[in-house]
């Protein structure tokens, strides 16, 4: 099955749909959105995508992150893939969203306007191994340090929003 994205303008104004792998090997800008889950210690959720990924396979990265369907708000788009990839439900708020535009190896660019939600829960994950190859809680020191000493190990839009999801965090 075919999976579409949702192409726009720099508004975030729908212009069209495009075969996912298309868009990311045209770079065409599409909307996107990603999740951060933060327990209650205030440690950062985690994943390590699946290393069958066809893009950044085995890197770390925020708790959840994908492309909503046409049609489909950013709202309900976050909610359905973090039960999806990570078995979770719990509130989530838009915090912010930022455009970018990045090279992630095989011919694939990631071209982005990506919302970025923030939830809190203690729920343990019940990962889909098909998107998900591990996941751990961190401190926000520990993640900070080590994407300073070892940044290719994570995803580039991950080390982008990580900062301001911070300060989002801390509102």
Same mark, same amino acid.
């Given at each position: 099955?075919?999976?579409?994205?949702?192409?726009?303008?720099?508004?975030?104004?729908?212009?069209?749909?495009?075969?996912?792998?298309?868009?990311?090997?045209?770079?065409?800008?599409?909307? =996107?959105?990603?999740?951060?889950i933060f327990n209650t210690k205030g440690e950062m959720l985690l994943q390590q995508r699946a290393f069958s990924k066809y893009h950044t396979p085995g890197l770390w990265t925020n708790t959840c992150c994908s492309h909503p369907r046409h049609?489909?708000?950013?709202?309900? =788009? =976050?909610?359905?893939?973090?039960?999806?990839?990570?078995?979770? /439900? /719990?509130?989530?708020?838009?915090?912010?969203?930022?455009?970018?535009?990045?090279?992630?190896?095989?011919?694939?660019?990631?071209?982005?306007?990506?919302?970025?939600?923030?939830?809190?829960?203690?729920?343990?994950?019940?990962?889909? =191994?098909?998107?998900?190859?591990?996941?751990?809680?961190?401190?926000?020191?520990?993640?900070?340090?080590?994407?300073?000493?070892?940044?290719?190990?994570?995803?580039?839009?991950?080390?982008?929003?990580?900062?301001?999801?911070?300060?989002?965090?801390?509102?």
């Amino acid at each position: 099955m075919q999976e579409y994205v949702v192409l726009v303008d720099a508004d975030d104004n729908p212009i069209g749909l495009m075969e996912k792998m298309e868009a990311h090997i045209k770079a065409e800008l599409h909307r =996107a959105f990603s999740i951060f889950i933060f327990n209650t210690k205030g440690e950062m959720l985690l994943q390590q995508r699946a290393f069958s990924k066809y893009h950044t396979p085995g890197l770390w990265t925020n708790t959840c992150c994908s492309h909503p369907r046409h049609e489909e708000s950013y709202e309900d =788009a =976050a909610e359905r893939r973090l039960k999806e990839e990570m078995g979770m /439900c /719990c509130e989530l708020k838009e915090a912010f969203y930022f455009t970018y535009k990045a090279d992630v190896n095989q011919g694939l660019i990631e071209h982005e306007i990506d919302h970025v939600f923030i939830g809190i829960t203690d729920d343990t994950p019940i990962i889909n =191994a098909d998107e998900v190859a591990s996941w751990k809680y961190e401190t926000m020191e520990n993640v900070r340090h080590d994407i300073n000493v070892n940044p290719q190990n994570y995803t580039a839009w991950f080390k982008i929003a990580f900062e301001e999801v911070l300060k989002h965090y801390n509102e």
